[in-house]
């Protein structure tokens, strides 16, 4: 697959993006002001993706910092996250007297708490841009602990089910449908069938269901639902490079964010149990999955025994252990020291010789086997605390429901022109063709699985390589297509009931 070399947001919108972003209270999400900054935001994180990807100078990344723009995307970022957390669940529960006619503004949120991760991930990737968060390294920080404790709570009270399985995925819930897999050969397996009725059982605990009139359950809840356990997985996963890369810049950082990784959170105690949790990790219809790049990937015989996730976490606790500043402020007591030599077991002959550095964790965990447990350590005498955290919930902790009643509205009946709104952003900020230079593999042939070069000339959805492939896989694709149709179709009549109503 050829770079198309196209961009999101040009030099001379960068700035103009980057300058538009503001603090927004909760109060005002969905609001024009608030969709505005957000579209900026999801297209500076596109944006800023590829720039990292293809190498050169990060514009993106250099001009946040020259505007110092990064309490802007750190304040979305804690807001987006107190919106999934306090609002949406009493959302959903008042979608039970009114059902939604749109996901779309549930899906904006969710979608850009992970862009504005996301950015923050290209921002530390830099030291001067690290340096540059000063005091909001702290919640940086308590965020993605709270990403990471959210998996580790998940796996250990439901060890055999992931947050969000491979068989959710959009593309095998369509197909599920017809039971067959996605070239129609295999019927869903039965205890596929149980594994996401359970799954969908526990979710009820915390977000409710919507019923249709008819006691359904409504597509749209089961859409939204699907969508936050899927972002939870994806925002794990960009915490764990956020945690990496700050704990290697901790030097440029306050001293105060040693003590918040090492002593208020003990990251080392918390990678070390989702090391051995392996929460990315999965069975499906007897083959291993690996949650990668935001999806579920099937890992194959050549694949490297371990995750690009699973090597940071290992890198992190490298960098953590033995560094001299940080471990001298740590106390290795005995319950520290037998969740560490857990992890004796994952350091196998594979994952040696696929990360050679691995040898120095392993000896220190030989080490630390026959010593005795460490004297404690005297904590910190001051501790600072974050600067945005309190800040973000402001008058309105504790008051959850009375601004969920406020935003009901906006949520659950949108206006035609807020729907055309947030899907202008949200296509603008996802043009298919530039999204493509971000897959981290060529697309493959549906029919095939050779390499691909052509989508379906009606939905745009699937890939084959040549036409003979196409209509080979045609009555297998067909209801999959005439589905993406029609949704498209429904976004069409919006705009264009929206252009009229404007005449």
Same mark, same amino acid.
Request: hydrophobic share 35%.
């Given at each position: 697959m050829t770079s198309t070399n196209k961009n999101i947001l040009h030099p001379f919108e960068i700035e103009h993006s980057i300058e538009s972003l503001e603090c927004i209270v909760l109060e005002e999400i969905l609001s024009d002001r608030?969709?505005?900054?957000?579209?900026?935001?999801?297209?500076?994180?596109?944006?800023?993706?590829?720039?990292?990807?293809?190498?050169?100078?990060?514009?993106?990344?250099?001009?946040?910092?020259?505007?110092?723009?990064?309490?802007?995307?750190?304040?979305?970022?804690?807001?987006?996250?107190?919106?999934?957390?306090?609002?949406?669940?009493?959302?959903?529960?008042?979608?039970?007297?009114?059902?939604?006619?749109?996901?779309?503004?549930?899906?904006?949120?969710?979608?850009?708490?992970?862009?504005?991760?996301?950015?923050?991930?290209?921002?530390?990737?830099?030291?001067?841009?690290?340096?540059?968060?000063?005091?909001?390294?702290?919640?940086?920080?308590?965020?993605?602990?709270?990403?990471?404790?959210?998996?580790?709570?998940?796996?250990?009270?439901?060890?055999?089910?992931?947050?969000?399985?491979?068989?959710?995925s959009y593309h095998s819930i369509s197909t599920s449908k017809?039971?067959?897999?996605?070239?129609?050969?295999?019927?869903?397996?039965?205890?596929?069938?149980?594994?996401?009725?359970?799954?969908?059982?526990?979710?009820?605990?915390?977000?409710?269901?919507?019923?249709?009139?008819?006691?359904?359950?409504?597509?749209?809840?089961?859409?939204?639902?699907?969508?936050?356990?899927?972002?939870?997985?994806?925002?794990?996963?960009?915490?764990?490079?956020v945690l990496h890369l700050l704990a290697g810049c901790r030097k440029h950082l306050p001293l105060c964010a040693t003590t918040r990784l090492m002593n208020t959170h003990d990251v080392p105690q918390l990678l070390a149990t989702l090391l051995y949790m392996e929460p990315w990790k999965t069975y499906h219809k007897d083959v291993v999955h690996i949650f990668e790049d935001s999806e579920w990937q099937k890992r194959t015989a050549k694949a490297p025994p371990l995750s690009h996730t699973e090597c940071q976490m290992w890198a992190t606790l490298q960098i953590l252990l033995f560094d001299s500043d940080s471990i001298n402020m740590y106390e290795i007591n005995t319950a520290r020291r037998n969740v560490l030599l857990k992890l004796r077991g994952h350091l196998d002959e594979a994952a040696l010789s696929q990360v050679p550095s691995l040898e120095h964790i392993a000896r220190w965990l030989a080490t630390l086997a026959i010593t005795?447990?460490?004297?404690?350590?005297?904590? !910190?005498?001051?501790?600072? &605390?974050?600067? =945005?955290?309190?800040?973000? /919930?402001?008058? +309105? %902790?504790?008051?959850?429901? $009375?601004?969920?009643?406020?935003?009901?509205?906006?949520?659950?009946? !949108?206006?035609?022109?807020? &729907?055309?709104? =947030?899907?202008?952003?949200? /296509?603008?900020? +996802? %043009?298919?063709?530039?999204? $493509?230079?971000?897959?981290?593999?060529?697309?493959?042939?549906?029919?095939?699985?050779?390499?691909?070069?052509?989508?379906?000339?009606?939905?745009?959805?699937?890939?084959?390589c040549h036409r003979k492939c196409q209509v080979k896989d045609w009555p297998q694709h067909k209801k999959l297509c005439d589905l993406l149709l029609t949704s498209h179709s429904k976004t069409d009549n919006i705009q264009e009931h929206f252009a009229s109503s404007k005449k």
């Open positions: 608030w969709v505005s900054s957000c579209g900026h935001l999801i297209q500076l994180g596109t944006q800023a993706a590829l720039e990292a990807k293809r190498g050169g100078h990060e514009q993106v990344q250099h001009t946040l910092t020259l505007h110092h723009k990064e309490v802007e995307i750190v304040w979305h970022l804690l807001t987006a996250e107190t919106w999934r957390l306090h609002l949406l669940p009493l959302l959903l529960d008042h979608s039970q007297d009114t059902i939604p006619i749109s996901s779309l503004p549930f899906i904006m949120v969710l979608h850009s708490e992970v862009a504005a991760l996301g950015l923050i991930e290209n921002l530390v990737f830099h030291e001067e841009s690290a340096a540059a968060l000063e005091g909001l390294v702290l919640d940086v920080i308590d965020y993605s602990v709270r990403q990471l404790v959210r998996l580790a709570t998940h796996a250990h009270t439901h060890p055999n089910q992931t947050l969000y399985g491979p068989d959710e017809e039971n067959t897999d996605d070239r129609g050969e295999y019927s869903k397996k039965a205890k596929d069938n149980d594994l996401s009725e359970k799954r969908e059982n526990d979710h009820q605990k915390t977000l409710k269901n919507i019923r249709n009139p008819d006691g359904s359950e409504s597509n749209i809840q089961q859409e939204v639902t699907r969508e936050e356990r899927r972002a939870g997985l994806v925002l794990g996963a960009k915490a764990v490079t005795a447990p460490q004297q404690a350590h005297p904590p !910190p005498l001051i501790t600072t &605390l974050p600067q =945005l955290s309190e800040g973000v /919930a402001g008058t +309105w %902790d504790g008051r959850w429901e $009375e601004l969920s009643l406020q935003l009901a509205s906006y949520f659950l009946k !949108p206006t035609t022109k807020c &729907l055309q709104a =947030l899907a202008s952003t949200m /296509a603008a900020a +996802w %043009d298919l063709d530039v999204l $493509e230079e971000l897959l981290p593999h060529p697309p493959i042939c549906t029919s095939c699985g050779g390499p691909a070069s052509q989508r379906c000339s009606r939905c745009h959805n699937q890939w084959y």
